[in-house]
């Protein structure tokens, strides 16, 4: 694709994470900064299809770098699935000459921006924005990094009730297809077991650890499993125990959305406005289609329609480290 562009829209789609109005700020005013006229699509591919477009300046993301969520909305569309649905979107984008898009969202997001991009002469640029840090080709997502820490700071409270009353207690975190929240949270505060949809855990191996806690007299536990975990999350798990150790005091605490709001970390700011900067360069230079992402701190651009092939893979050393810091 040759696409000369010269107006340019920016959205987020999917699940909303914090670090997305850095990200917003960045593409607006890089773009401002090399002339482009720039425009924000309210709620994602559903806002394309709607017409819902407005136009945005410098002011128009003022003071919105430390903010959670976006100012932009964000949603899922399944008539952007559709050929008829993509078509009524670039009408839309065509009468005010916007041929440039930048996508912020996950694989998902990417999928049906190659889709849209092949079907009709749209340049697009994707932006990894998900806390769940499941897209391969980058190091960071965007929003990864303040719901990690927004589960360990949660977790850490959780340990406090733990210790008081000597029970065992099992935190779910989100994470429906990937296991990086559980695992660098439960890591960070010390879980004796962590769970994560990757990885094939023995619920036998689970009791026996817990057993084996219980005659050393190790009475506080605990237990963080990502909400996709093949026992079906923290309930799941906590049947599984109840039924092979019930004189064992079990407690439940799910973090949920928590995860998704508050004002986003220094890391997330900066990744952010780096890859929102870096979005605006790449159509700036003719280089369309692909998705920004970071790799040893350097710019890494992956093609969109490689972006849901992959997914970011872990390694059995960390379940090493979490097996051996555990005991």
Known sequence: MSVKVKKIGVMCSGGDSPGMNACIRAVVRTSLYYGYEVFGIMRGYAGLIEDDIVKMESRS??????????????????????????????????????????????????????????????????????????????????????????????????????????????????????????????????????????????????????????????????????????????????????????????RVCILGHIQRGGTPTCLDRLIASRMGYQAVECLKDGLHNVFVGIQNNSICLTPLKDAGKKKQHISDEWMKIVKILAT
């Not at 007299?217 to 079906?232: F, M, P, S, T």
Request: glycine share 12%.
């Open 61 to 250: 993301v003022a003071n919105i770098i430390q903010r959670g969520g976006t100012i932009l909305k964000t949603a899922r569309c399944k008539d952007f699935l559709t050929k008829k649905g993509r078509k009524i979107a670039y009408d839309n984008l065509s009468k005010r000459g916007i041929n440039g898009l930048v996508v912020i969202g996950g694989d998902g997001s990417f999928r049906g921006a190659d889709a849209f991009s092949s079907e009709h002469d749209i340049a697009c640029i994707g932006l990894p924005g998900t806390i769940d840090k499941d897209i391969a080709g980058t190091d960071f997502t965007i929003g990864f990094d303040t719901a990690v820490n927004t589960a360990v700071s949660a977790i850490d409270k959780i340990r406090d009730t733990a210790d008081s009353h000597d029970r065992l207690f099992i935190i779910e975190v989100m994470g429906r297809d990937s296991g990086y929240i559980a695992l660098h949270s439960g890591i960070a505060t010390g879980a004796e077991n962590i769970l994560i949809p990757e990885k094939k855990t023995s619920i036998d191996e689970i009791i026996d650890s817990l057993q084996e806690k219980e005659r050393r007299k190790k009475l506080v536990n605990l237990i963080v499993v990502a909400e996709g975990d093949e026992y079906g999350g923290a309930i799941g798990l906590e049947k599984h125990i109840n039924e092979r150790m019930p004189q064992m005091e079990v």
